[in-house]
């Protein structure tokens, strides 16, 4: 961390650069609707995601009002709508232990912690699973290729999967 940068400000700049490979994945596949930015799964797993990022780039050491006003940032940074509101629909739905808001949450913290070497191809995991058969479907690949086709299989298992499914909805 520069001494002349706050903590905020770092957690904002992190959360906001975890979030952009995954808005421009549902861009690429098929787009974010306003609405998917209430939707429970999508929510959590971009809350979790964003949260991690702004923790581990400030060491920890922001503050849990600098982690909310850095949400807050990064959600108005990548859907050019009000990022307030989105935090606060997740803060609602955390607090009320929607289902499928947890489930986004989890799925996002396995692709982290895998992603940050936390846990590993050894766990014994659904969503690794089904990473490490997409980067075997990529065949030959060995090392930091493999673990990182492993991501690129759980976040298009997890995150991509449900864009498109709340895509097909939208459009039926």
């Known amino acids: 961390m520069s001494w002349f940068r706050s903590k905020r400000k770092i957690a904002t700049e ?17 787009g974010m609707s306003l609405w998917m ?14 949260s991690f990022y702004a923790k581990a780039e400030t060491n920890g050491k922001a503050s849990h009002t600098d982690i909310g006003f850095a949400l807050m940032d990064a ?17 609602v739905m955390a607090e009320a232990k929607n289902e499928d808001y947890q ?14 070497g936390i846990i590993d191809n050894n766990v014994d995991d659904p969503l690794i699973r089904l ?21 690129g299989g759980m976040i298009h298992g997890s995150f991509v999967e449900r864009v ?6 939208e459009n039926a």
Do not use: C
């Open 14 to 30: 992190a959360a906001t650069q975890s979030l952009r490979p995954l808005i421009g994945l549902a861009q690429m596949s098929g």
């Open 164 to 169: 498109k499914e709340m895509r097909k909805d």
């Open 131 to 151: 990473g490490k058969a997409h980067a075997d479907a990529m065949g030959g690949m060995m090392g930091p290729d493999y673990n990182a086709a492993v991501v």
């Open 37 to 50: 930015w209430r939707d429970p799964y999508l929510l959590g797993y971009m809350t979790y995601t964003a």
């Open 103 to 116: 489930a986004g949450s989890s799925d996002a913290m396995t692709v982290a912690m895998y992603s940050a």
């Open 75 to 91: 959600f108005s940074n990548v859907s050019n709508i009000n990022g307030q509101s989105i935090t606060e629909t997740s803060v």
